[in-house]
């Protein structure tokens, strides 16, 4: 569990803000980027990047998880100025969800109008074979922990704030028309947060299917429920690199997860490259 000398949120937030501003030369990035397994490549590919490690920044959590490099990428792309983070932190790993999400508010923190949250997801959907993207529509929290539980500083956002628009609409919208001028497939569905480490069994897999479940995996929900606290939109996109435990009766494994992700990572990547020039020819990275 990540040890913090203040149990001060906010400052916490700002100091860790502070250290990476102090590096960027007067930028501010407009877009986050939290890269799931796979896809931490797309941070190398930033122009004029300055690179951070974890581990540099107070209060940051470190992941141990193979295919999270652990490293905050700060750069250009699509005409916009982005802060990417190359893997993340999980709840299996013996972090509590507040400290789970803290990246993702120094990311809104450093100025991220839009956040930008991508997974791999086990698929609940039979229809949807390995290698789908899943743009997330909306979103079922089973991780048992919650990263807005205990005191609230009003300074980083409201005590109970509205998740109608969890995965706002209008960015949906804009996500659905790059992926149609790509001819890239796009499923859209409810995204499951399940605790982990160990994958669903086949009786847990039937009940998320029953109660409206698409797809399933281990982390974005802390990060896009803070950002929403702070007052950012998120885009969420599920990469479903396995079919859930039952449906198949293969064994899962995270070699197989790794694996499906590698293999779309250059159609995700472009989807992400179309995402970040919409945005900004749009004229959506304003004011949230």
């Not at 086949?202 to 109660?211: D, G, K």
Request: glycine residues 12%; charged residues 20%.
């Amino acid at each position: 569990m990540t040890t913090h000398a203040s149990d001060d949120l906010y400052d916490r937030v700002h100091a860790a803000a502070a250290v990476v501003r102090a590096r960027l030369g007067g930028r501010t990035p407009a877009v986050g980027l939290i890269l799931g397994s796979g896809l931490g490549g797309f941070a190398d590919r930033l122009a004029d990047p300055v690179r951070i490690d974890y581990g540099e920044l107070p209060g940051f959590p470190v992941s141990k998880v193979h295919g999270h490099a652990g490293r905050l990428v700060i750069g250009e792309r699509g005409g916009a100025t982005c802060v990417a983070m190359q893997g993340r932190v999980h709840l299996y790993e013996g972090h509590r969800a507040v400290d789970v999400a803290f990246p993702a508010r120094v990311l809104v923190a450093l100025g991220a109008k839009v956040l930008i949250v991508t997974n791999a997801a086990g698929g609940l959907n039979p229809a949807w074979p390995p290698g789908t993207l899943m743009l997330i529509r909306d979103h079922l929290d089973f991780l048992r922990d919650h990263p807005l539980r205990g005191p609230n500083d009003e300074r980083l956002g409201p005590r109970f704030p509205d998740m109608t628009t969890a995965y706002a609409p209008e960015l949906r919208a804009l996500v659905k028309d790059v992926a149609a001028a790509q001819g890239v497939a796009l499923a859209e569905g409810v995204y499951v947060a399940m605790p982990g480490p160990c994958y669903e069994t086949p009786a847990e897999v039937r009940m998320l299917q029953i109660v409206g479940g698409d797809a399933t995996g281990m982390s974005t929900v802390p990060e896009v429920i803070v950002a929403r606290h702070m007052g950012a939109r998120v885009i969420g996109i599920s990469c479903i690199t396995n079919q859930a435990a039952g449906i198949t009766g293969a064994a899962l494994s995270h070699d197989e997860v790794t694996e499906t992700a590698t293999r779309v990572r250059a159609t995700f990547e472009g989807l992400l490259d179309g995402i970040l020039a919409a945005l900004a020819t749009r004229g959506e990275l304003g004011a949230a």
